[in-house]
């Protein structure tokens, strides 16, 4: 089985920085997944991480440590509509590559 | 390029009736999973298909069936509703026979609410 945490809910102002941890315990490791989901609306793939690192696209940058079962996705300069819940999702190694999601972090961006 | 499609929107059933749920996926993709996410969570697994076949489940009742068509769409059957089978359903599509590669793309899901 598969275990993930991540904060239920988040604050941060306009144009700030802001960083949304993700941790998770699996049998084996072979992806993680960040989504955003605005209220009543689909999930949006953000990014992959597979190797360790950080992958960075633009205002969204997402970092992964395998050895320490450890994402965290990096949002600069945000705008009131990245007001949205965020998803961690892991995959295992087990041969059914489907992910796992988390409860998912509401971020609020205020003015 | 057309994105992965849900009807309908949304939905109200009343206790012990049946459902069904459609789902068209991304151009070009071959895989559907299928979700269930209750208000304040994370999506939750409930199946995929590929090739018109029951690829993999999740820890769902029989109650919950489906059914992948040639053209790659596919549909969600819930029988005998509960109300704690009220939630947003999510489709998601992507291509291949599960390579790890692979990334799911959700449609505009299908708001159930069972009274």
């Known amino acids: 089985g598969q275990n993930i945490d991540q904060p239920t809910e988040m604050t941060a102002t306009e144009g700030a920085i802001v960083q949304i941890n993700c941790t998770y315990q699996?049998?084996?490791?072979?992806?993680l997944f960040w989504y955003q989901q605005h209220a009543g609306e689909a999930p949006t793939f953000l990014s992959y991480n597979v190797l360790d690192g950080l992958e960075e696209k633009g205002r969204f940058s997402s970092f992964l440590s395998r050895s320490k079962g450890y994402s965290y996705l990096l949002l600069k300069e945000l705008q009131m509509k990245d007001s949205a819940s965020y998803l961690c999702a892991v995959r295992d190694s087990g041969g059914s590559y489907i992910p796992t999601f988390g409860r998912g972090t509401s971020l609020i961006v205020h003015p | 390029d057309a994105g992965v499609t849900q009807s309908p929107t949304h939905l109200i059933k009343t206790r012990g009736q049946q459902v069904t749920l459609r789902c068209s996926p991304k151009s070009g993709h071959d895989t559907v999973s299928w979700y269930q996410q209750a208000l304040g969570q994370g999506p939750q697994f409930i199946f995929q298909y590929y090739e018109e076949e029951e690829r993999q489940r999740g820890n769902f009742p029989d109650r919950f069936s489906g059914h992948q068509f040639p053209n790659y769409s596919s549909e969600l059957n819930v029988n005998a509703l509960l109300l704690g089978d009220s939630a947003l359903y999510l489709c998601?599509?992507?291509?291949?026979?599960?390579?790890?590669?692979?990334?799911?793309?959700f449609g505009p899901g299908t708001r159930l609410t069972v009274l």
């Open positions: 699996t049998s084996g490791f072979n992806g």
């Open positions: 998601a599509s992507s291509l291949g026979a599960g390579e790890s590669t692979d990334t799911q793309y």
